[in-house]
């Protein structure tokens, strides 16, 4: 038995791009969510299995696999929920047992990511690498990210990745996330990469926790403007560039209350 096509919605788009990330959004759960999944046509299925006072209760499926939760999809999922008059514009979703507070703010979903934390980062040799960082940290919203600031955009986009020698930097510096970033970006605060080998991806696309980890990261170095909540990152994997935006306020030690999130449109078929 399969159930009803899927929407197909782009998320996190950086502008005038056709980066970012795809999504089906089915409006149910019924029949083999799996083969229906499988069938899609994008990277990302999430299905509505039932809404009610709590929130959106959402199941998330890659082609081969139950991924349990998506910021991505999440957000595929409120956009549509919201276009069709069926949430407000402060709700929560349901994924895999946990629920996750959102919001809409300036006509893109936001979903809490919670408080990071930021310390020093320990001595790492990035030479295998061939990269060159002028500053380091480590920054967690539950999972450790070594955060490493290059000096000019060029020295990010033209990184070639060895997940290998990745590996072991985390391994090196009991880290299993690697965010490289730059203040050089135009029309953004940063521009970013995001590496998780030891996370079971290489690169990811549009990483909601490891941007909410590197909005920690920048304040702490001070580097984000006061008074200005709202922040807008680039993140530059090869082929889908996206954009993402996220809230935050200031504490000692990194930030309190992150959110992120981003736009979503829905193509046409």
């Not at 795809?22 to 499988?38: I, P, R």
């Not at 349990?68 to 008059?85: E, F, K, P, Q, R």
């Not at 991806?201 to 920048?218: P, R």
Request: with cysteine; hydrophobic share 40%; glycine share 12%.
């Amino acid at each position: 038995m399969t159930g009803s096509s899927p929407l197909s919605y782009r998320v996190y788009a950086a502008p005038r791009t056709e980066g970012g990330k795809l999504v089906s959004v089915f409006v149910s759960a019924e029949g083999d969510l799996q083969t229906q999944a499988s069938t899609a046509g994008t990277p990302l299925s999430v299905f509505i299995e039932k809404l009610d006072d709590s929130g959106a209760h959402l199941r998330i499926f890659t082609p081969t696999r139950d991924k349990g939760d998506s910021d991505s999809a999440a957000v595929a999922a409120l956009s549509h929920l919201y276009a069709a008059n069926q949430i407000a514009d402060v709700a929560s979703v349901w994924m895999n047992g946990d629920e996750y507070p959102a919001q809409l703010c300036g006509g893109e979903w936001l979903l809490r990511q919670g408080d990071v934390r930021v310390t020093d980062a320990p001595e790492a040799d990035f030479g295998p690498l061939g990269l060159h960082p002028e500053h380091l940290q480590l920054a967690s919203a539950g999972r450790p990210n070594l955060v490493a600031g290059l000096p000019t955009l060029n020295a990010l986009t033209s990184f070639q990745p060895n997940f290998d020698h990745i590996r072991q930097l985390g391994h090196h510096t009991n880290t299993t996330g690697l965010i490289l970033y730059t203040l050089d970006a135009e029309r953004a605060d940063a521009a970013f990469r995001t590496f998780g080998p030891l996370r079971g991806f290489g690169e990811d696309a549009a990483s909601s926790n490891m941007f909410a980890c590197l909005v920690g990261a920048l304040s702490v170095r001070g580097a984000l403007p006061e008074n200005e909540p709202l922040v807008r990152g680039l993140q530059k994997m090869p082929g889908a560039p996206s954009q993402l935006s996220a809230q935050y306020l200031p504490q000692p030690g990194g930030v309190g209350g992150v959110w992120v999130g981003g736009a979503a449109h829905r193509l046409t078929r």
